[in-house]
């Protein structure tokens, strides 16, 4: 009998507090549903790491938890998880980034038309006109859009660096994204260490399959989920038809580490022959993809 008077006694309790407000430590204001008063302690909400976030199954509006992985307090808009704080850009999907080790990158390359505070990047299709440029710019590759939906836009150096103008007393602007930036050498290496080595680990960064690479596509994987796509790339070489070359064959990346005479800069590159990350010099000039990494 003590058994049933204390089940019935649960009952009522979670009963009527479904109906009514819950005050945890006092007052309660009339507007709250929920209120917790207390000059000690704070409020901690669920902790998991941006992988165990997006697996959450239909995910109600509103959401909210606390990313171990990027540190923030992160909620469900209705369509995708946002910063509370706004320290990442919306334009950035969640399905478009992955992590890789402790490392959380874009899955797709980048494709954006402005710096970060709005300022046009011009696109410069002309080849004269490109490959005597000292400010920022890019371009599709052929200058055929139909290419930059699929690999993004190609860019030189001078965007990396946001060099906008020629006058040397203008501050540089950002390229990327708030909450992310071009990936330095130390970066790049990291990656390939974490997925082997610089000899293989290609493979597991390559996309799949011949859809986009040329065949062989040797030993691609995509394990990793990065998703490396042959973009090409474009610059001064003989037969190429305004400079553009390598689509379907070579993926490559622009680093933020320079040569000391600072005419070239690294690029990461893979190869559909090989399973190798190569990094290798870049004429500033050249138009090459970028891949963000998570501040």
Not at 240 to 263: K, P
Request: glycine share 10%; charged share 15%; with cysteine.
């Amino acid at each position: 009998m003590k058994h049933i008077k204390n089940v019935i006694f649960i009952f009522l309790l979670l009963t009527t507090s479904t109906y009514a407000q819950v005050g945890i430590g006092t007052p309660l204001e009339a507007s709250a549903q929920l209120e917790v008063t207390n000059t000690a302690k704070g409020f901690l909400p669920p902790r998991m790491s941006e992988i165990q976030r997006d697996a959450i199954t239909d995910p109600a509006a509103g959401l909210m938890i606390y990313n171990t992985t990027s540190k923030t307090i992160d909620y469900f808009d209705g369509a995708q998880w946002e910063p509370l704080d706004g320290s990442y850009s919306s334009v950035v999907p969640h399905n478009t980034i992955v992590m890789i080790c402790d490392q959380v990158w874009m899955a797709e390359n980048l494709n954006v038309s402005t710096y970060r505070d709005g300022t046009p990047i011009p696109e410069v299709q002309d080849y004269t006109e490109w490959a005597n440029l000292t400010t920022g710019a890019w371009c599709y590759y052929n200058n055929d859009p139909a290419n930059g939906a699929i690999y993004g836009k190609l860019y030189n150096w001078y965007a990396v660096a946001g060099i906008h103008d020629n006058n040397p007393n203008t501050p540089n602007k950002e390229l990327t994204p708030l909450g992310w930036h071009v990936p330095s050498g130390s970066e790049w290496n990291a990656i390939e260490n974490c997925l082997g080595n610089s000899l293989v680990a290609g493979g597991s960064m390559k996309e799949s399959g011949t859809t986009h690479w040329a065949s062989p596509n040797v030993d691609a994987t995509n394990s990793s989920g990065f998703t490396g796509l042959p973009g090409g790339s474009r610059g001064s070489y003989l037969g190429a038809i305004e400079g553009f070359h390598s689509i379907n064959t070579n993926a490559g990346w622009w680093s933020t580490q320079r040569y000391s005479n600072g005419t070239a800069s690294f690029v990461e590159s893979l190869n559909s022959g090989s399973t190798t990350c190569n990094s290798g010099g870049r004429a500033n000039s050249n138009g090459i993809s970028i891949r963000c990494v998570r501040d």
